[in-house]
C-alpha cells in the first residue's frame, strides 16, 4: 500500500509539475515593444490584367526573428469589410484576425485576393489597401495594389541606373499609335526610345500611378494628337471626385532633345509634379516642342520647364503651379503667342514668379552654373498674371546672349519694364478671370486683357494658323483688335 501511495503521489506531483511549466511556457511571449516582424514583401502589386470580372491570389509570408514566441495581437484590413480584398492568415479567413501566435523563429503565411468588375466604370482605376499588424504596441503593414478598371497597363518591367523603374512603349526605330479605346494606366516610367515614335489618338486618358510619368529619349518623338471635342488628358490614376483637382499625384513628362518635332495639340495635362520638361542634354538635333490649344495646371513643382530649348507655344494655358508656371532657363528660342499665365496657388506660400527667363541655370547640388544662348524669347498677345506682387522674373548672366520681346502683354509686375524690349504693355490692368479658385481663366467684362492686343500677332508664322480661333472655337477676328491670353472675350 505504502508503494502504491508512493507511485500516485509522485504520479501527481509530475502532473503538476508538468502542468505548470506547461502553461509557464504557453505564456512566455515576447514582449519587447522593439521586436519587428520579418515581411517578405512591403507591397503586393496585383498586375493582372483583368477582362471579365474575377479574382487574384497573391501569397506572402510573416517571420517570426527572435527566439521567442510572439503574439500578434491583430492581423487586419485597413478599409475593413468594405476592401475589395480578402485575406486568409495561417488558415484562418476574415477582415481581422487576432492573437496570431508564431514560433520560434518560424513563419506563418498570409494569402490575398483581390475582386474587381473592370466593366464598372464606378470603380476606381486603381484600388488601394493595407494589411496592418499590431504587435507589442507596434504596427507595421504591407500596402496592396491592384488594378480596378480595364484599361491599357503599361507596368515598368526595367530599371535605369538602379532606381528609375520604366517599360519602353516605343521601341527604336519603332512607330506606335495609342487608340481611344480604353484608358492607360502606366505604373512606372513609359518610354519612347531613340528614332521611336509614339502617336496618342484623340480622347485619350492617361493615368499614371504616384511617381511615374512619360519619358522621351534622346532622337524620340512624342504626336498628342488630341482635338477640341476630344482632348488627350494626362493625369494621376484616382479618379475619385475628391483628387480631381489635388496636385502632385504623379511625376512629369521628361522630352530630351529629338530629329522630329514633339507636338501637343489639344492636351490637358494635370495634378502632377512638372507637367513638361523638355531639355537639351547634349547637343540641339533640330527639333521643337509645339504646344497648341493646351492646359497644363496644378502642379507643385513647375508647369512647363525648359532647359535649352525650342519651344512653340500657342493658345494655351499654364496655371496654378507651386513654383513657375513656365520656366525658362539655360537660353534656347521661344515663341509665345496668345497663352495664359495664371498663378492662383493656394496649397502653400509660392516664392516664385509665375514666369522666370534666364540665359542659365544652377546645378545647387554642385554649385555649378550652366549658361546657353537665349537667342529670341518671344510673348505676343499674352497674359502673365497671379496673386504674387511680382510674376515676371528676368535674370541673366554675360557668359551667354539674353534677347527677349514682349509684345502687346498685360504683366503683372512693380518693376516696370519700359525698354525697347516692351511693346505696348500693361502692367496694371486686372484681367479679371471668371474663376482663378476652378482653374477657369476665360474673361470677365471689366478685364484689362479685352481689346487690347495686336492683331498682326496672329499671322506671324505658318505654325499660328489656328491662331485666328481661340482655344474654345472663337474667333478672334470678329471683332478687332483681339483680346490678350488663350480665350476671346465672349459676353
Known sequence: MRIRTYILLFTALFISVSVFFSCRKDKSFNSDPSVKLILSSESILFDTV????????????????????????????????????????DGTAGVKVDNVEILPNDSIFIFVKVTVDPQNSNTPMVIKDSILFDLNGNEQNVKLTAWGQDAHYIVADKVFQGSLKYKIVAAENQNVTWPNDKPYLVYG??????????????????????????WVYKGGSLKVNGSMAEPVTFQGSRLESAYSDVPGQWDRILIDEGSLDNVFNYAVIKNGFIGIQAETEAAAMGNRLIINNTIIKNMTGIGLLSRFYKIIAANSVFANCGGYAVGITTGGTYDFRHCTLGNYWSYSTRQTPALVVTNYYKDMVNDVIYSGNLDSCYFGNCIIYGSNAEELSLDSTVDATYNYKFDHCLIKSDAGHYSVNFVSCNYGSDPNFKNTSMNDYRLMPGSGAID???????????????????????????????DLGAYDYRP
Open 452 to 482: 487690347v492686343g495686336d492683331i498682326n500677332i496672329l499671322y506671324g508664322s505658318s505654325l499660328y494658323l489656328n491662331l485666328i480661333n481661340d482655344i474654345l472655337g472663337n474667333n478672334r477676328t470678329v471683332n478687332p483688335p483681339p
Open 50 to 89: 483583368f477582362t471579365t470580372v474575377g479574382s487574384t491570389t497573391k501569397m506572402f509570408y510573416v517571420k517570426n526573428p527572435t527566439s521567442d514566441k510572439i503574439m500578434i495581437s491583430s492581423v487586419r484590413l485597413a478599409e475593413g469589410s468594405s476592401s475589395n480584398f480578402s485575406m486568409n492568415v
Open 189 to 214: 516610367y513609359a518610354v519612347i526610345d531613340s528614332t521611336g515614335q509614339l502617336n496618342i489618338d484623340p480622347g485619350c486618358r492617361i493615368h499614371f500611378y504616384t511617381n511615374s510619368g512619360m
